[in-house]
């Protein structure tokens, strides 16, 4: 079946403008994570979803950042007033459930931000 | 907090040579080990993983042990190819519902 698919592959914004960074996990997963990976470093955790709830949001930088998961589907990253420090890869990552540090995370393509 | 540490890269490789990338972590509690690979262009691919101490995890020839004394998960294969140059992200997962944990990475081009 499909995989994680993220749109758009590319944004290019400037200083101060808002963004909505799109995440449409595999069907059926309920568990749905935000990474963060900057140029040369590993993925850093944003915000994890379980259905339509934030679970943890400890990771989201500051309160310019925000997620939604409305239906407990597809979600929604969204940058307010955008700085050039947010320019980095954004993944989205779903697993079948959460609550098992076992569960395989399904990783998309990644959505790259350019903050000019 | 919890954390990874692996190898810097670049690693350079020829054609059939052996590989290790090291990879060690902290952690509370009893994580699950993982290793995952982006090649060029690609999403985050989930290469193996292990649960509990002394399982090894393996998949297209790569392998990789839990050792819970050394708190290691070292990547290991005994002949790379020139599909194999990719960039390699070891990570755990603590129990509960907890985010994966990244390193920074390894990338490992190998040359025919």
């Known amino acids: 079946g499909a995989g994680v698919s993220q749109t758009p592959s590319n944004k290019v914004t400037e200083k101060g403008k808002y963004v909505e960074l799109r995440c449409d996990p595999i069907s059926g997963h309920t568990a749905l994570y935000w990474y963060r990976q900057s140029l040369g470093q590993g993925p850093e955790f944003l915000i994890y979803f379980q259905g339509t709830g934030a679970a943890d949001d400890s990771g989201l930088p500051n309160d310019r950042f925000f997620a939604v998961r409305p239906e407990g589907s597809v979600s929604t990253l969204k940058i307010q007033r955008t700085e050039r420090g947010d320019s980095a890869v954004y993944l989205c990552?779903?697993?079948?459930?959460?609550?098992?540090?076992?569960?395989?995370?399904?990783f998309g393509p990644g959505t790259r931000l350019t903050v000019l | 907090g919890d954390s990874v540490t692996q190898m810097e890269g670049p690693v350079t490789l020829s054609e059939e040579a052996f590989l290790t990338i090291n990879c060690t972590y902290t952690?509370?509690?009893?994580?699950?080990l993982f290793w995952y690979v982006q090649y060029p262009g690609e999403g985050l691919q989930l290469l193996l993983k292990?649960?509990?101490?002394?399982d090894k995890g393996s998949n297209k020839g790569f392998e990789a042990t839990y050792r819970k004394e050394t708190t290691s998960f070292h990547l290991e294969k005994g002949s790379v190819q020139v599909s194999d140059s990719a960039v390699y992200f070891c990570a755990l997962r603590n129990s509960g519902n907890t985010p994966l944990v990244f390193g920074k990475g390894t990338r490992l081009s190998v040359i025919a």
């Open positions: 990552a779903s697993s079948l459930r959460s609550g098992g540090a076992t569960d395989t995370q399904y």
């Open positions: 292990a649960t509990k101490a002394d």
């Open positions: 952690a509370t509690g009893y994580p699950s």
